[in-house]
């Protein structure tokens, strides 16, 4: 009986934790201060472009989380987001059962 409820806590788990990062991930991005408009001063996003020099290459952090800021997650970035949220979420919701378990 426990694996079924791990499993279904797995399941659960994965759904949840993968709804939630995809629909998190733009809300975190705009408060760390990305946005449509560029990088918002005085907020973490400013800091990081400081420590960049004005030097930002294609594909770092700095420039996928200002592109997620100016015009929302792609299809690649959402199922990524996806998958990485499904994947803890599954594993969590796993463990969860298992250590509220007491069979």
Avoid: C, H
């Avoid at 599954?90 to 059962?97: F, L, P, Q």
Wanted: hydrophobic share 55%; charged share 5%.
């Amino acid at each position: 009986m426990i694996i079924f409820r791990q499993i279904a806590g797995a399941f659960v788990g994965g759904a949840v934790g993968g709804a939630l990062l995809v629909s998190a991930t733009p809300v975190v991005i705009g408060a760390l201060g990305f946005s449509a408009g560029g990088i918002v001063g005085g907020t973490p996003a400013a800091w990081m472009m400081a420590t960049y020099g004005g030097n930002v290459v294609a594909g770092s952090l700095l420039s996928v989380a200002q592109s997620i800021g100016a015009v929302g997650m792609g299809p690649v970035a959402t199922a990524t987001v996806a998958v990485a949220g499904t994947v803890s979420g599954s594993v969590a919701g796993e463990k969860v059962v298992e250590y509220a378990s007491d069979d």
